[in-house]
C-alpha cells in the first residue's frame, strides 16, 4: 500500500468551531442554502451573502486546527508514500496544521473571485458589492467558493488521483453531496481499500470497507497512528 487519498468534510473543523452544515443545528438550519450559497441566491441578494462569507471568513481565520488536522499533516510527513488531501472545507485548517498541496475542491474563503471576468485574488477580510475586481475594476467580487449547482474544482485531478490510489479515507463528510459521495465507488472500483472516520455514519458508509465512528479528534489521530504502526 502506496498512496492514500484523504478526502475531508466539515466534520473535521467542527471540533475548531466551525459549524457542520446539515447536523441538527448546523450553517444550512439557520441560513437556507438557496440563499447564501447558490449563484441565484448571490443574484438576489449579494449584500447577505457578502455578510455570510465575511463572517465566515472571520471566524476561519480565528480558528484553530485541531488534533485531527496534525495527525493527517503528520501521515503525510511520514507515510513512505503519496498522500494527497482533498477537501471540501473552504477554511485554511489543514494548511495551518501542515499539510501540504490540500485540494480545495470547493474553493477557499481565503479567495476572491470576480463573476464578470473569472480572475482570482486574494480575498480581503471584508468583501461588499462595491469591490472591485484588480483585473477588470468591475464592482463584481465573490467568495472564490463553489456554490451548489457550481461544478467543483479540480475534479479531474481528483479523479485521477483516486484511479492510482490504494487506500481511500473518508473524514467527516456527510455523504450526502455529489460528486464527493461517489469517492467511495470510485476508488473501489480503481481497487483501493476503503475506509470512513466520522462522527456518526455518512449516508454512504455502507461502500466503505471499513468504518470507525467517534470525533474526528480522536478517531483520526488512532487511525494515523495505526497506519504508521506506532500503536501495539
Ligand atoms: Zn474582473
Sequence with gaps: MRKIVILTGAGISAESGLGTFRDAGGIWTKYPLEDVATPEGFA??????????????????????????????????????????????VDGLHEAGGAR?????????????????????????????????????????????????????????????????????AIGTSGQVYPAAGFVQEATASGARTIELNLEPSAVASNFDETRFGPASRVVPDWVSDMLGLRG
Excluded at 74 to 82: A, F, M, S, T, V
Design 44 to 89: 438576489r441578494d449579494p449584500v447577505l451573502v457578502h455578510e455570510f462569507y465575511n463572517a465566515r471568513r472571520v471566524q476561519a481565520a480565528a480558528a484553530q486546527p485541531n488534533a485531527a488536522h496534525h495527525a493527517l499533516a503528520r501521515l503525510q510527513r511520514d507515510w513512505p508514500g503519496e498522500v494527497v488531501i482533498v477537501t471540501q472545507n
Design 101 to 169: 498541496g490540500v485540494i480545495h475542491m470547493h474553493g477557499t474563503l481565503a479567495g476572491a473571485l470576480c463573476a464578470g471576468c473569472g480572475h482570482r485574488w486574494v480575498a480581503p477580510e471584508t468583501m461588499d458589492t462595491t469591490t472591485p475586481c484588480p483585473a477588470c475594476t468591475r464592482p463584481s467580487a465573490r467568495p472564490d467558493v463553489v456554490w451548489f449547482g457550481e461544478m467543483p474544482y479540480f475534479m479531474d485531478t481528483i479523479f485521477d488521483h483516486l484511479a492510482s490510489a490504494d487506500l481511500f479515507a
